[in-house]
């Protein structure tokens, strides 16, 4: 019992190659920047957008094999969106709304509108059938929504942007609700998000995509603390750098084809072999004036390009042989007079280095 | 000045006839003609088909502007043209047009007179035939409108929760579009109560069958019985502007 889709599909400037296995009962986060082709997955495995190639079986049912010719509509496939603004049908009131799936399938209307009740009762919003959509926050709404989906029982859930539409004050809360109603969802479900907390908050697995490729995946802790590109680095907080190590030393490359260039060398705490990735935290990186002293440190020359608040600390990101992201307190930016164009030696300690295989 | 000139001209020309029915209206008579017989008959006739007129282009005008908006197709494009055409065509020429189609020796005509004995020309039918032709277009282009500006993304949605083409254009698509549908409905049937030229071309003007109102104002005024023409003529301006009147209301309030 599971999700297994391999998409194929151009579309515009996209050219997706994406497989994806979801395990029942399991949440993937499917993350990755705008226009990397997150929705048109999602469109894919709901039956509104057809793939060029490949297959997707849900529960050893086939819903689209291009090879075979296999497309299943929307309206026969179990699965359930939940989109952004919810898209509530707005002429019909909550309890109306939640039905709908069950009127569609030919249910009974009394029988269809108990158990819309039922499922309000489990969702908080007794009280709310009489309501129109447009009278709802943003919560409720993304209930109503998620009641809407679940009640014709899919097997395959798919959230696009759950949180997006919410003002930051309510999203953590709603979050919460959210990924305990996942929590006992019994299939599959997909969420779709660009918020790398939300992502890890609602995922029992991320599985990052750009340009139309999945690039990382794993546990949100795996992801979070070993990324593997860029991008992924960028969400989760943290400097990455790719190398080519010989034991103790690693000579970084700046060119996305992993050799070495001669700019940079690191050096490990540990033996080391071959094409890795070097990862630190921005709060390991120390910033001063002149160039430190000190075994085991390693040290580049930097310039300071930008600096912004980050929390209590300020974030300050500087290039030069490596480009990197270090957070220091705002006494060390006055004590350093750290502005654009300022020149300073930026050092990590090679404990505090993480090093693993590319 | 050079702008207030032509205004106030173009102004004139629109206000002025209308004002000169008021002046020339005979206010102590106007009970006695509403009231009689044949102008009765005309406004009774007149409600009748073009209430059934506008029901036709309900019928077959939603369909066609649901195809318009929500398929792509290469004829798309010439099948809106054709539906549009009664907007520009003069009323008199889809009359004659509808006479070489329905007339008992035109191409559909003769063959439903030769099957079923069935004789559409000069018919109370043929009137809401000719309504219709020319009202179509109003509701047409007023659902299409609707739709294009509604999101497809509802039907999607639906589709996902198990609804089947036809309930989602039923239970989500349509009351999205409802007051899209009612303008174009009112506004079609205001055209189908104003209809002259192609009523009068396929239908003639027969007292009690097809004599509408406008027609029957046509024949006050050829006849001599001005007054009857202008209460006839008050009667069509008041339920004009009655109309966009409450039509303008409806596009402020949901602008």
Redesign the interface.
């Known amino acids: 019992m599971s999700l297994h889709a391999e998409i194929e599909l151009t579309r515009g400037d996209l050219d997706a190659q994406v497989s994806l296995e979801v395990p029942a009962g399991q949440v993937v986060a499917l993350i990755g920047p705008n226009g990397a082709g997150k929705s048109t997955v999602l469109d894919v495995l709901?039956?509104?957008l057809r793939p060029q190639a490949g297959r997707v079986v849900l529960d050893d049912i086939v819903l689209d094999d291009v090879a075979g010719d296999v497309h299943v509509?929307?309206?026969?496939?179990r699965?359930?969106?939940v989109?952004q603004d919810y898209?509530l049908?707005?002429?019909?009131n909550v309890l109306e709304n939640v039905a709908?799936?069950l009127?569609?399938?030919g249910v009974a209307r009394a029988e269809a509108r108990a158990r819309a009740r039922e499922w309000l009762r489990r969702m908080d919003l007794l009280g709310y059938e009489r309501r129109r959509p447009a009278s709802l926050s943003g919560g409720q709404a993304q209930r109503v929504a998620l009641a809407?989906?679940l009640i014709?029982e899919?097997r395959l859930l798919l959230l696009d942007e759950p949180l997006a539409a919410l003002d930051a004050g309510t999203r953590p809360a709603v979050r919460a609700q959210l990924r305990r109603h996942l929590a006992g969802y019994d299939g599959c479900a997909v969420v779709v998000t660009h918020d790398p907390l939300e992502a890890m908050v609602l995922g029992d697995r991320m599985v990052v995509i750009e340009r139309g490729r999945v690039v990382q995946e794993g546990t949100p802790a795996e992801v979070a603390g070993r990324p593997r590109t860029e991008y992924v680095a960028r969400l989760v907080g943290l400097n990455l750098l790719r190398a080519t190590a010989t034991g103790r030393v690693a000579e970084v490359s700046r060119s996305g084809d992993g050799a070495a260039d001669g700019t940079a060398s690191v050096t490990l705490a540990h033996d080391a072999h071959g094409p890795v990735h070097i990862a630190f935290a921005p709060a390991a990186v120390t910033l001063s004036p002149t160039r430190p002293d000190g075994s085991a440190r390693n040290v580049w020359p930097v310039t300071v390009h930008d600096v912004e608040a980050h929390g209590d600390l300020v974030r300050v990101t500087a290039t030069g042989a490596v480009s990197v992201l270090a957070d220091v307190t705002p006494l060390a930016v006055a004590d350093l007079d750290l502005a654009p164009g300022a020149q300073v030696w930026a050092s990590v300690k090679a404990s505090e280095i993480s090093v693993y295989p590319a | 000045m050079v702008l207030l000139v032509p205004s106030l001209l173009g102004l004139a020309l629109l206000v002025l006839p209308m004002a000169g029915l008021l002046v020339r209206a005979p206010w102590g008579r106007l009970p006695a003609i509403l009231s009689s017989a044949d102008v009765l008959t005309a406004v009774r006739l007149s409600l009748v088909t073009a209430t059934v007129a506008t029901v036709v282009c309900l019928v077959c005008g939603v369909p066609i502007a649901w195809v318009l908006a929500r398929t792509a197709w290469p004829g798309r494009s010439l099948l809106r043209g054709v539906v549009t055409v009664p907007l520009v065509l003069p009323p008199v020429i889809g009359g004659i047009a509808l006479l070489m189609a329905f007339g008992r020796r035109g191409v559909v005509g003769g063959w439903l007179d030769e099957t079923f004995g069935v004789s559409l020309p000069f018919t109370t039918a043929g009137v809401v035939m000719a309504q219709a032709f020319v009202a179509m277009p109003f509701l047409v282009v007023a659902v299409e409108g609707a739709l294009r500006t509604s999101?497809r993304?509802?039907d999607?949605?639906?589709?996902?929760?198990?609804?089947?083409a036809w309930?989602t254009f039923r239970?989500?698509t349509l009351?999205?579009v409802?007051p899209g549908v009612l303008a174009g409905a009112v506004l079609c049937w205001a055209r189908a109560l104003g209809e002259f030229g192609a009523t009068v071309t396929f239908a003639g003007s027969f007292p009690g069958t097809t004599r509408t109102l406008p027609l029957e104002a046509y024949v006050a005024i050829g006849s001599g019985d001005t007054d009857t023409a202008i209460v006839l003529s008050l009667l069509m301006i008041v339920v004009s502007v009655g109309i966009l009147v409450g039509l303008r209301r409806h596009w402020v309030g949901t602008a």
């Open positions: 709901a039956g509104l509509r929307s309206q026969d496939r699965v359930g969106i989109v898209l049908f707005p002429r019909l709908f799936g009127r569609a399938r809407r989906a014709v899919p | 999101d993304r509802y999607d949605v639906a589709a996902t929760l198990g609804a089947s309930t239970r989500v009351p999205s409802a």
